[in-house]
T-cell receptor, first 116, second 111 residues
């Protein structure tokens, strides 16, 4: 099925460890982004990309790195995990320039990360 | 980016129509209005998008007055499964990569 796939669904890390959250989409969307959602809060934009080779920072980029080598994949790297990064992470994708009206973003099902 | 203001929470009963209003006083000429729905432990899901007047799809209707400083999401005859958080977002179609989510409106539908 077409959509946004995130792996893993759950992860526990120790403080200081690094890891990569994977995100892949098969809809040929130019735009991809990462959000984090803390309990009872809205989503906050971490990083985004408007196409392969292009990335930029969102609202809360510190402690995270991204790269976009292909249209399909947009991994999020935690460099040195901290308890403050305990959250649910969502990846999203959409069309950009000449965006198709009425489609919006497609979100993945999320990765629930706990840093102890 | 236009800032949006929504009620924090709303209560309703099954079978009622629910209207959630979003205020966006500084909306720009090129901005569109988009609503998302989020269930617990799931990513947000696109509901409806509009620019002016009224838009309707199989899920909801979106009413936008002429001055576009507010919009109302209308959910007809809600059921328990409509209990969710609803987000109103405003942004340009060609720069929506900076789409910022607020806290949303928590809708609770009671039996």
């Amino acid at each position: 099925n077409a959509g946004v796939t995130q792996t893993p669904k759950f992860q526990v890390l120790k403080t200081g460890q690094s890891m990569t959250l994977q995100c892949a989409q098969d809809m040929n969307h130019e735009y991809m982004s990462w959000y984090r959602q803390d309990p009872g809060m809205g989503l906050r934009l971490i990083h985004y990309s408007v196409g392969a080779g292009i990335t930029d920072q969102g609202e809360v980029p510190n402690g995270y790195n991204v790269s976009r080598s292909t249209t399909e994949d947009f991994p999020l790297r935690l460099l040195s995990a901290a308890p403050s990064q305990t959250s649910v992470y969502f990846c999203a994708s959409s069309y950009t320039q000449g965006q198709r009206f009425g489609y919006g973003y497609t979100f993945g099902s999320g990765t629930r990360l706990t840093v102890v | 980016l236009a800032k949006t203001t929504q009620p924090i929470s709303m209560d309703s009963y099954e079978g009622q129509e629910v209207n959630i209003t979003c205020s966006h006083n500084n909306i720009a000429t090129n901005d569109y209005i988009t609503w998302y729905q989020q269930f617990p432990s799931q990513g947000p899901r696109f509901i409806i998008q509009g620019y002016k007047t009224k838009v309707t799809n199989e899920v909801a209707s979106l009413f936008i007055p002429a001055d576009r400083k507010s919009s109302t999401l209308s959910l007809p005859r809600v059921s328990l499964s409509d209990t969710a958080v609803y987000y109103c977002l405003v942004g340009r179609m060609d720069s929506s990569y900076k789409l910022i989510f607020g806290s949303g409106t928590r809708l609770l539908v009671r039996p």
